[in-house]
């Protein structure tokens, strides 16, 4: 099946993915657990009013749709390519059980007005008022804007190229409000091979720029840490371990940051 896929035009296979997504881990359910990790972790935070933007959303930006039933005043999702398919997150949202949406996203925003936001995002079919959830491209974080109160990414750093992480750093940093935060949950495992062999790749000699954007750019929890430092201030979230599986080096598996501008 998967020769056969590949035989099939590129735009056929972004949406296709995009379905599989919709109605997996990028169900907007699953993405509501994911955020409401994300928000507890940083001490429960509550984003209603605030201007929010996503880094590396993908195809089905469920992530940003859970922030705009918060309550924010703005979420913008960005992804370095037009990947965005609109009808697969209408598919999100139509396959996911609303009452645990609701029951995830409440302790960080009024129950009811969650309710009455997503009613009326299934009743539009997944569609948000443009001025409130928007896409747009960014090849670099600065592209996104500026004045945010929050940004944040679910799995995109271990993909950022090693040799790029301060400046990607600073520049997701420079976008921020005075008082304003970034939120980054990391996977710093293979993605290749994230059960068997996590971090077996961090040996490879012949390891290619290619491999970096696609398996994980191969940079430990310390040195993240260290570079997340070089843009504002860092508070740990979680640092989640692989006793025994890492033959040198740190066995962090995942990494939560975030990191307050100055």
């Known amino acids: 099946m998967k020769g056969l896929g590949a035989l099939l035009p590129a735009g056929l296979r972004m949406r296709l993915r995009a379905f599989r997504l919709a109605r997996g881990h990028r169900r907007l359910d699953q993405c509501a657990a994911q955020v409401a990790l994300l928000l507890s972790a940083a001490g429960r935070l509550r ?38 398919q609109p009808a697969a997150l209408a598919a999100s949202v139509n396959h996911a059980h609303a009452a645990q949406v609701r029951d995830l996203l409440s302790p960080f925003a009024e129950h009811h007005d969650i309710r009455e936001r997503l009613q009326a995002l299934i009743a539009r079919d997944g569609q948000v008022d443009p001025a409130l959830f928007q896409f747009a491209v960014a090849s670099t974080p600065d592209q996104v ?54 971090f077996a790749f961090r040996s490879n000699p012949q390891y290619s720029f290619a491999e970096e954007c696609e398996r994980g750019n191969r940079a430990d929890a310390d040195e993240l840490i260290a570079t997340a430092r070089q843009s504002g201030d860092v508070e740990v979230l979680w640092r989640w371990r692989r006793p025994g599986l890492a033959p040198v080096g740190d066995d962090t598996s995942h990494l939560g940051i975030m990191i307050r501008r100055p």
Not at 50 to 73: D, K, N, S, T, Y
Not at 177 to 190: F, K, N, T, V, Y
């Open 47 to 84: 984003p209603q009013g605030w201007r929010i933007a996503e880094l590396g959303c993908g195809p089905v930006p469920g992530h940003a749709l859970c922030f705009h039933l918060l309550g924010a005043a703005q979420v913008v999702a960005t992804d370095r390519v037009a990947v965005f």
């Open 145 to 198: 804007g500026r004045d945010y109160n929050l940004i944040y990414s679910l799995s995109v750093v271990e993909h950022v190229p090693r040799r790029e992480l301060p400046a990607w750093f600073s520049a997701a940093a420079s976008t921020l409000a005075p008082g304003g935060m970034m939120l980054h949950a990391i996977h710093l495992e293979d993605h290749r091979d994230p059960e068997l062999s996590p």
